[in-house]
């Protein structure tokens, strides 16, 4: 027998006998599969199978040069915003808030709901509820099971957008029946014909500022009573990220990089990295003889979560999405790919046994964004002349990160600190941010977050502290480090004299083991959903390798 297991049966036999144990809490069901899609036409709203009518692929429109199918529905429902309320991770995170703080249970449904089911939301009048979401038949719940659909961002209105009171999924969709869209002449007469919607063109739907109310989520904690108290919590903050950088186009003057975040995650070629000419292409199939125009963009809305649409792809009949399995499979490894243009490493000897390592943020906001789970690290592997490994750093194990006895580091509740140099394979630099709780513990309750007490996830080019947005997007833990600027951050690794050959690679990860262990079976039915999907390992993604000769 090992000795790790004797530790334990020894620790079983000499812990105090209860006469009479607790039973084990029981097992609870899982959440049910979710309802497949279903066309709904509401005097508010048409469905994304109203739009597919006209806005899938036909003969010719709407296909690449080797006749894929590069449609705005087909390409959409293949993303994780499609996906946003039938996402697993989703409803046991919503249900873990509502346990913590059932007396807040409308204003946090209200929070959650109106940014991942946004047209569900506002066809009823802000009353969806999490329940109705998973098993609801009305149009709200079946509107609301399509994520951020068409209308989720086609009838949002300007008025606001990208301000401080459309900010937390508080910007307004239209209920009349008005689609915006980027075309200066749209063909409104078919589309009222087939939809009953209106096609109005708007400027807005091509700026960053549409993407502004869902992506910058500010957050208090609840008190007993879950009424909002503390500070405000920038939970995430991409657009502010995005704003405070050299990619913004918004003021004068503009970045020298200057890109909005549909020319990232909207690409107007086939090929979505941007190495491949721009579409032109009819719009939509009716009619049939809609003309061919250029400005045609891609709606595949590529962000950074491959591993729960590879998990998804493998539980499609649970999830009952449009989309089925082999486009979730494409989606995880078209994913990875544009996860892969997110950053670049530096390698430089400053002497024969020290390396200067730089992570490039190639992105226009930090890296990497978005939730707080989200992290990624180096992975650091020197050799001798023998090729004979004789450093190592940041080595993982079934997803989690281990030291140089291969004992885990990164286990429930522990915050690595920021790093300046690696001499060491205990030591490991994780960017990320961290939230704790009033007590200083990790914690994973977006409402009882009471600070950030470490976020130095690179900030992009151009960040200033003296901005505006410099508060909320500002890094924490990193104090001192005269390497961390704008656009990139540089480690010291410091190697044996043996050393010969050093490799680095940036990997990352969505949802760390660390977040999935935060949840038991029996927490909830979406708890257990959630565990069964994810029981794969999250096997950290390649964002970038390099490699030297010392």
Known sequence: ????????????????????????????????????????????????????????????????????DISPVTDAQGSMM?????????????????????????????????????????????ALTVDELTAGTTPAAVLGRE?????????????????????????????????????????????LAMSMTRPVSSKHVSESRLCASCHTVLVRALDPAGAPSGDEIPE??????????????????????????????MPRGADELGKSPPITTAFSTRPPDAPAREGYRRHTLRGGNAYLLRQLARAADWLGAA?????????????????????????????????????????????????????????????????????????????????????RIDGPGVIVPHRTELSSPDQILIYEAVPVDAQGRRTHLLLGIAKIAKDNRILPAGWRADHADARRTQPVGTDGDRDFVAGRDTVIVRLPATAHTVAVELLYQSIPPETIESYRPTDSPEAARFLQIAKTPPHPILLARSALDL
């Open 1 to 68: 027998m090992r000795l790790g297991a004797v530790l334990g049966v020894l620790a079983a036999c000499s812990a105090p006998q209860s006469p009479h144990p607790e039973p084990a809490p029981p097992q609870l069901p899982m959440l049910a599969a979710l309802p497949k899609p279903a066309p709904i036409d509401t005097p508010r709203f048409a469905s994304v199978a109203v739009c597919a009518r006209c806005h899938t692929a036909g003969d010719q429109a709407m296909r690449d040069a080797a006749g894929r």
């Open 236 to 265: 995430q903050a991409t657009y502010l990220e995005w704003r405070n950088s050299e990619f913004q186009d918004e003021l004068e003057p503009a970045g020298k990089s200057a890109t909005t975040c549909q020319g990232c995650h």
């Open 147 to 191: 994520g951020v659909g068409c209308a989720g961002c086609h009838a949002l209105a300007a008025d606001g957008l990208g301000t401080e009171a459309t900010f937390v999924g508080n910007a307004a969709l239209r209920t009349d029946r008005v689609a915006f869209g980027a075309l200066p002449e749209p063909l409104a007469e078919a589309m």
């Open 323 to 407: 989309a089925p399995a082999s486009q979730l499979t494409e989606a995880a490894d078209a994913t990875e790919a544009f996860l892969r243009s997110s950053a670049e490493l530096e390698l430089v000897a400053r002497s024969a046994h020290e390396v200067a390592v730089t992570i490039v943020n190639r992105t226009g906001h930090k890296l990497p964004t978005g939730s707080p789970t989200r992290r990624m690290w180096l992975h650091v592997l020197a050799f001798d002349r023998a090729h004979r490994p004789v450093f190592e750093s940041g080595a993982t194990r079934e997803g989690t990160i281990v030291d140089g006895k291969r004992a």
């Open 82 to 126: 499609a996906l946003a309320a039938r996402d697993p991770y989703y409803f046991a995170a919503v249900r873990r808030e509502l346990a913590a703080n059932p007396a807040a249970k409308v204003a946090i449904e209200a929070l959650c709901i109106r940014c991942h089911a946004p047209v569900g939301f506002a066809e009823s009048d802000g």
